[in-house]
């Protein structure tokens, strides 16, 4: 009897490509081409799903020997085993039967057959002079020693076997160029990236915090695109520089531009001041960029790059201007609304603007409601130095109000509050770095300069928009949800950053949470219904510290400075500082911040949490497998030997991730990060 091979290597598509036969899965196809309708339960096999016309099947033990007893089933024509690509985690790979064949010029004719007869191969098409499409039947050898015998011969110069495989969320092509990586917001990989208002320097990857990210290029994957052209989102702003290549796109990215204030469709950025000198404001521009850019040659893109842009300009606020504006969105089939304005001093909305909103947020969209997302606004605290609620647009109990967070997940201190704050967004503030997006400059003969880019943007002016992008890519997903409908989704998939959530979930600073685009498009696919989500109990109140036993958890800080505040949050008081290395009693966990003594609490993100005796102590995340298996490694890279193989829904404790995103589950165990969702 053949010795069975378990690997194997030959080439394919010019280089040289590694497969390892699964050990629990096989995989059919019926002589009907469907699975027969009274199919009989199948001891130790269990079905998961059709790759084309094979059923893939998981064999709990003695794979070789249960595929022969399938292949002897009269409804099974073709029975074969699963193969995984050694450094690409998580994907099976069905040899289909057919080969690509193509012997070498000059071979006479007899000799090509000759071989093929030899392995009982069947020739289905004549591809070109000496190439072929063949396939095996019951007497060859399976489609993989087909190719591998077949290079060994030197008449033939490629042989290679067909596959079939189901595309993974990751097979998604993201959008590349010499700036993608510095937008930190759609993915936040925890390193440095280039400063591009200061060439030849970068921000440090201390400056980031792994996963501080809306999870935007997650939900492009899960989508396997960049959202619907159909989409169109109405940027409300005070103008907009539309030649410039973010705005510009294809040519049709921009609609309908209206200027409120003097009724032309001039929403150029210009505006001329006081004392008679021209200016020009870049604030539109770099949100509509934010929102739904176009992917132009330097790698900067928006939330939603194949939506569409309608931009308003309104850079005088009265009120016939904001309803004009408003009224122009809905009339001309705004699905969303972007607005990053407000008033200068807290004033109550007019009757008739207040009126106008809610028409809109209600009757748009044939009756669905727009989503309108208002900016907090960003001078918290005010120039009286008293803190600053939400107020005007941002208060409209039918909009969005959008808050902010950094790039080390905190909360951005700038942001206004209050129960109005639903939802917040990545943006700069505090250490956190600044969003990369496109602007204007003057050149130094007046005239605007184009093709120019920041990473210095933010505030909740960034934060708004990028909302509306995400919202693009949700109604992409699904067109008819209802403005209900989002706003539940995406309070219900935000991710319960920072802290000091009451007991429905909601702050007073974030709303809901950080947004999750990944989470919330997943759920719009499913057509809005969302599983509850435990909501945190509310942050409880510090009581008196006590004595720690002589047995508590102790903490390393690992930042070069910590600050120590007087409650489990950044909004409270600073009351001293400590600096890396030095070592503090962890006498109770209060949210994401830790009490080391009566008044004082430290963020638990820069605290190494060590036992009595010194050693570091493992953390508790956990976390879900989401692809059919993973294969656990001894070290953290494809090139370290499979040392087990995870199955889809496994939970495993993750005790620290690497810089590349591996996790460790155990003493030389690793896991590839792309395929664990954090529970």
Known sequence: MAKKVNKTTFLYGGKELSLSKSKTKAAVRYTSGLAPKKKGKRAGVVSQGFIRDFEVLDIKRGADKKLDQLRAEPEVSVGTHVWHVDDLEGADYIPTGYLYVEFKPGTPDDKQRELMDALNLNVREIIGPDAYRVCTTPESPNPIKCAVLLQRKRIVAIAEPEFATSPMHGSFAQPGGNFAATQWHLQNNAAQIPAIDFPGTAYAGTQFKRGADAKVREAWAFLQNLGSSNIKIAVIDTGFSIDHPQLRGDGTKVRNTFNAVNRSADVSPWFQARDGSWGIYDHGTSCAAVAAGALDAQGVVGAAPNARIIPIKLDVLSDDAIVKAFEHALLNG?????????????????????????????????????????????????????????SDFAAHPDVICVSATNSLDERSSYAFYGPNVFIAAPSNGNQGIGITTATIELGANGRSILNTY????????????????????????????????????????????????????????????????????????????????????PTPTPTPATPPAASSARGKVISQFLNVRSGAGTTFAKVAELHQGDVVNLLERVGSFWRIGQGQFVSADYIQVISSGGAAAPATRKGRVTSPTLNVRSGAAVNFPKVAELKQGNTVTIYETSRDGWHRIGANQWVLGNYIQIV
């Open 454 to 537: 920041t990473s210095r943007f933010g505030g909740t002016s960034s934060a708004t928009p990028l909302m509306a992008g995400i919202c693009a890519l949700l109604l992409s997903a699904n067109p008819g949800l209802s403005v209900t409908q989002l706003r539940s989704i995406l309070a219900q998939t935000a991710d319960k950053v920072v802290g000091g959530y009451d007991a429905n979930g909601r702050s007073q600073y974030l709303g809901y949470g950080r947004v999750n685009a990944l989470r919330a498009v997943q759920a719009a696919r499913q057509g809005g219904q969302v599983a509850p989500t435990p909501t945190p109990a």
């Open 334 to 390: 705004a699905d969303i609304i972007s607005c990053s304005l407000g008033f200068p001093t807290p004033i109550q909305l007019s009757t008739w603007v207040y009126n106008t909103i809610q028409k809109v947020a209600r009757q748009g969209r044939g009756g669905l409601g727009v989503p309108i997302f208002i900016a907090a606004g960003n001078a918290n605290p005010a120039s009286n130095n008293q803190p600053r609620l939400v």
